[in-house]
């Protein structure tokens, strides 16, 4: 069973239904004990870092999220989701996240151009992934697929070995991580078509 935590922030239904259209069974849930008993637990987000930490921490669901991934159960974060598991965040000021992969969430600079033209932040839209490594949960994908993402912020891993994709826009981030039994990605795949959905897929079957 997969879990996908419902702590108010995330756009939880759309996460199920890309779940459902590969054919896994998954369940929202805001019960801290059904995501102890989950075989693999999704955390995504929506919204305000300070904002989505609060409610992690009022719900309760700080301790089962640090429990299970030291258990080594797959653990997917998105969008939000994967910068909560940084140690903070300048988003409206300095948040402590989850601290369980060292680095920061920072904000793309304000004057970013390319060939004159600047860049609007967010970053909305499709862009595409340069591997640096391949973790199972991507498997069949190809170097350079393109994927969705809408953020403002994007996350800078102290160490670079956790790093699985990056993408340019304006400059070079990190668009994926890939520590141990966690996989998270800024992009949202329950978003990005076929692409996304083989990342979903690859997940509900890793071991």
Same mark, same amino acid.
């Given at each position: @069973?997969? $879990?996908?935590?419902?702590?108010?922030?995330?756009n939880?239904?759309?996460?199920?239904?890309?779940f459902e259209?590969?054919?896994?069974?998954?369940?929202? !849930?805001?019960?801290? *004990?059904?995501?102890?008993?989950?075989?693999?637990?999704?955390l +995504?987000?929506? %919204?305000?870092f300070?904002? #989505? @930490?609060?409610n992690?921490e009022?719900?309760g669901?700080?301790?089962?999220?640090?429990?299970?991934?030291a258990?080594?159960?797959?653990?997917?974060?998105? #969008?939000?989701g994967?910068q &909560? &598991? =940084?140690?903070?965040?300048v988003?409206?000021?300095l948040?402590s996240?989850?601290?369980?992969? +060292?680095?920061?969430? &920072?904000?793309f +600079? $304000?004057?970013?151009t390319v060939a %004159?033209?600047?860049?609007k932040? +967010?970053?909305?839209?499709?862009? *595409?992934?340069?591997f640096? *490594?391949?973790?199972?949960? /991507?498997?069949?994908?190809?170097? %350079?697929?393109?994927?969705?993402?809408?953020?403002?912020y994007?996350?800078?891993?102290?160490?670079?070995?956790v790093?699985?994709?990056?993408t340019?826009? %304006?400059?070079? =981030? #990190?668009?994926?991580?890939?520590?141990?039994n966690?996989i $998270? !990605?800024? /992009?949202h795949?329950?978003?990005?078509?076929?692409?996304g959905?083989?990342?979903?897929?690859? =997940?509900a079957?890793l071991?």
């Open positions: @069973m997969i $879990a996908i935590i419902d702590y108010g922030m995330g939880l239904r759309s996460v199920q239904k890309g259209k590969i054919g896994s069974e998954a369940v929202i !849930t805001d019960d801290p *004990q059904v995501i102890l008993r989950a075989e693999r637990i999704v +995504p987000g929506v %919204g305000a300070r904002d #989505c @930490m609060h992690l009022q719900g669901f700080v301790e089962p999220i640090l429990q299970v991934i258990e080594g159960r797959p653990f997917l974060g998105i #969008c939000v994967m &909560l &598991l =940084f140690t903070d965040s988003e409206f000021g948040y996240g989850l601290n369980v992969i +060292p680095g920061h969430v &920072l904000r +600079p $304000a004057q970013m %004159g033209e600047k860049l932040v +967010p970053h909305m839209g499709w862009n *595409q992934l340069s640096k *490594q391949q973790p199972p949960a /991507f498997n069949g994908i190809a170097d %350079g697929s393109n994927v969705y993402f809408v953020h403002s994007y996350v800078h891993p102290d160490d670079s070995s790093i699985a994709t990056t340019d826009y %304006g400059i070079e =981030f #990190c668009s994926a991580v890939w520590k141990d966690i $998270a !990605t800024q /992009f795949p329950e978003k990005s078509q076929a692409i959905l083989q990342i979903l897929k690859n =997940f079957e071991k």
